[in-house]
DNA sequence: TGGTATGTTCCAAA
DNA sequence: TTTTGGAACATACC
């Protein structure tokens, strides 16, 4: 379930652990979450090394050098339910282990994931994974014109186009509902009506969301991703029926595109451009 | 039992 | 042709 923010927390977190280390086998026991297939995983992953560990979207991409180089990276994608640990070895064996690597000179990533919809790819170029995704929303690509540029192409509905990873990667259910608060925009609003102004709210919004999940360590709500202090500073995602935190108003909730989707009805109205937008948070 | 879940993909319908 | 709705993937929880 993790979004943006926490894959670069657990990106990060990983490339203190094994950057430099060399793979010494590989096993999953679910064959559908890896691609191509495990024989050719296992076959790319035997003595490779981990020369960096990267995040593209909810993507994390284990390069790799070695005595296989030019094999492609290793992208693992946590979709609703993927973990990945580092084993300790006190502990027992996790609940849902669907894969590992063990490592030259001892130790073992563990992905585990109850509703198997993780994946586990082995992608020939890092172009190949680019060509898939859209803008990073924390890179300097990420202005208003390249947001106008995508808005205005198509008469799609904001939400929904907001969680498609092929024009934008990164935003998940939370974090765009976060967003379109903040921003004071309507989930349903169409997109190629929106004002340079609303453009720019919303632009800025999604900045300080993701950046300010980031700082706290990420959202979380279960075991899935412990440790995170964001949902603290969630304003609409699970309040609903809440007051909203600017006009009291309940917070509603209702379904965009099958995502369950909660607004302030009366600060974010279709149609209703955000008044000079005026610090839109707190 | 039925509905919901921080996600993505595929196909049919509009 | 473009956009949306629904189902599917598979499991846990309330």
Not at 95 to 100: I, K, Q, V
Not at 185 to 213: K, M, N, Q, Y
Not at 217 to 234: A, I
């Amino acid at each position: 379930m993790p979004e943006l923010p926490e894959v670069e927390i657990i990106t990060r977190d990983l490339r203190t652990r094994v950057v430099g280390r060399t793979i010494r086998r590989f096993r999953a026991s679910w064959k559908r979450q890896i691609k191509p297939n495990i024989t050719v995983v296992q076959r790319a992953l035997q003595g490779a090394t981990i020369t960096q560990v990267t995040r593209r979207g909810k993507w994390i991409v284990f390069h790799l050098g070695g005595r296989n180089r030019s094999i492609g990276v290793l992208a693992v994608h946590l979709r609703m339910s993927g973990r990945i640990l580092w084993e300790s070895a006190a502990d027992e064996e996790p609940e849902h282990l669907r894969a590992f690597w063990e490592f030259d000179g001892g130790g073992r990533l563990l992905f585990c994931d109850a509703r198997k919809f993780g994946r586990i790819e082995l992608i020939p170029t890092m172009n190949e994974l680019d060509r898939r995704l859209g803008l990073e929303p924390l890179e300097p690509t990420f202005t208003v014109s390249a947001l106008r540029a995508l808005f205005s192409k198509s008469a799609r509905k904001l939400k929904p186009l907001l969680l498609d990873q092929t024009l934008i990667a990164g935003l998940g259910n939370i974090y765009t509902d976060e967003a379109l608060f903040r921003a004071r925009l309507h989930p349903l609003e169409r997109t190629d009506r929106l004002s340079d102004t609303a453009i720019r709210s919303l632009r800025r919004a999604i900045v300080h969301v993701l950046r300010e999940a980031i700082q706290n360590n990420g959202t979380s709500f279960d075991e899935v991703y412990p440790g995170g202090r964001m949902q603290q500073s969630l304003r609409v995602y699970g309040h609903e029926g809440q007051p909203c935190r600017r006009c009291k108003t309940a917070i509603v909730y209702f379904r965009v595109a099958q995502r369950g989707t909660r607004i302030c009805p009366r600060c974010q109205v279709p149609g209703v451009e955000p008044t000079s937008s005026i610090s839109p948070q707190r």
